[in-house]
């Protein structure tokens, strides 16, 4: 009976779907678009679209990229709903010549349905005599049925270390 049971196995081999197939075959996972690395990689695009957008003041990209409840923080404190960033970037009043990632990591939650991503980040306005500006950030992706969508930024300000406080 088992010579039957190979034979009908490699004969239906081929009409099976992937993931019955490579159940079959050594028991090895079919390939997945939804492998922890492929969703830190396109995370990891969604941020370089995310810094791009900011530096070119694209409200349309930045608008798809965030969820509707975003909420920003900045390195001085102060917060933002979505709609303020927006206005804020469209109206001109937030211009940057340099906005860019200099690190990124991605670590996902929630079985791969959120992502915190961490990292440093470097920024020059686009005013007379600004100056670089470097700071960490922490943002919040979050999977929805049209894709993923940043929900909250938080930036802080990196500053050398003071060898004194000065509440003494």
């Known amino acids: 009976m088992k010579p039957l049971i190979g034979i009908v196995l490699c004969l239906a081999l081929p009409l099976l779907p992937g993931a019955g197939r490579a159940a079959l075959q050594n028991d090895r996972p079919a390939v997945s678009t939804d492998t922890p690395a492929h969703v830190q990689s396109v995370l990891q695009s969604l941020e370089r679209q995310r810094s ?25 404190g102060r917060a933002r709903s979505k709609t303020e960033l927006l206005t804020a970037l469209d109206r001109g009043d937030i ?10 990591e991605v670590q996902l939650l929630d079985n791969g349905e959120a992502a915190l991503v961490t990292g440093i980040f470097r920024s020059v306005l686009a005013q007379p005599n ?8 922490v943002r919040v992706w979050v ?5 993923w ?18 509440c003494d």
């Open 52 to 76: 791009n957008a900011i530096l070119q003041r694209d409200i349309s990209t930045l608008r798809k990229l965030m969820d509707r409840e975003y909420s920003h923080v900045e390195s001085r």
């Open 95 to 104: 211009r940057f010549k340099v906005y860019e990632n200099e690190s990124s």
């Open 130 to 137: 600004a100056k670089m500006f470097r700071g960490r950030y």
């Open 143 to 147: 999977r929805q049925e049209d894709g």
């Open 149 to 166: 969508k940043n929900t909250y930024h938080q930036a802080t300000e990196i500053r050398p270390a003071q060898t004194a406080c000065p």
